[in-house]
């Protein structure tokens, strides 16, 4: 059984920098668990090879932009799976150096098969309307804080964050 954290609201995310490999299209919620595996195995592949997994500073996320959140639609959505990095890393040849800058979000707890993802994204951001968000910004992200080698899929925990204005 999946769980949900009553979302709280922050002024603003930390500024990051993050080492990524874009995705490609997305056009309904059944792609994802096709699209994100081999690109993880891709971006560890190139952190390794680069001998940067010391300069990691985080979880593994999975980076979204999208021009309008509320309207539910991938088709313009960009994505990327990235991992932090310390200040001194540079990006390894085929991936990306992202500066993203501290940002105002909601944030929700997931505890759960990834599985259950799109559900919660859906919820997520229903709730954000309900609550008089309709001004959501571009960017949202999921961080795994579990390993998913290591961890029961039913206490696998996700961060969910969706920039609001």
Known sequence: MSSVAA??????????????????????????SKLIPPLIETLCGKISEASLWPKVSGPLMNLMESGDISAKDCSDMKWWIAYPVDETAEAPEGTELIELPALKCAKWTYTGPYSGLAEMWEAS??????????????CMAEEYIDDPCKTPEDKLRTLIWIQIE
């Open 7 to 32: 979302p709280f609201v922050v002024s603003s995310t930390e500024a990051r920098r993050l080492i990524a490999i874009q995705g490609g299209r997305v056009t309904d919620d059944s792609q994802w």
């Open 125 to 138: 951001v229903n709730q954000l309307m309900d609550d008089g968000h309709l001004k959501m910004g571009k």
